[in-house]
Each structure stands twice: as C-alpha cells, then as structure tokens.
C-alpha cells in the first residue's frame, strides 16, 4: 500500500521535471527522459536551483528511497512458486 502510494507520486513528480525538461531542452531530450526517467531525474537534480526544482526533487528522492526501504522491509513482493514466506528480509537474517 505505502509502496503504492510512493510509485504514484514518484510519477507525477516524474511527469512535472520531465514538462520542466521538455520546456527548457526541446522534444529529443524529453523523448529521452521519457524513455529513461533516470535521466529526467539526473536533469532535474542538476538544474534543481536553475528550474526552481529542489524541493520537487527532495520529494522525488524521498519518495523513492521510501519505497526502497519499504520494498526491503516487506521482502520485495508477494511470495510466488517455491518462497515459503519471510521474503528477502528474513532470508538476510536468518
């Protein structure tokens, strides 16, 4: 649910820098970003203060490192095939 959450924020924040990218380089870097959205993430964090995006970008990161944390936590996804349970956090520890 929370990872769920941070995905659909993630990507309307993804969609606002790459509408910046596309503003301030032109279509073929917009295609680009579009296709890679690391790129638009590496173009906003690097025009941050230029596009007025640092906090846009403070919540892009934090979003994402939230559902890395939680994606561990819970042991990535649903256990399938021969996964008893426990998911990848529990095999680390025991």
Do not use: H
């Amino acid at each position: 649910m929370i990872s769920s959450i941070a995905g659909a924020i993630s990507f309307v924040v993804g969609l606002f820098v790459l509408f910046k990218l596309f503003q301030k380089e032109g279509i073929v870097k917009a295609i680009l970003g579009f296709i890679c959205m690391l790129y638009t993430f590496y173009w906003g964090w690097k025009n941050a203060k230029e596009q007025n995006l640092t906090t846009v970008m403070w919540v892009w990161t934090g979003v994402i490192v939230l559902s890395v944390i939680v994606s561990i936590v819970a042991g990535g996804s649903m256990p399938t095939g021969g996964d008893t349970g426990g998911g990848t956090f529990a095999r680390l520890f025991m």
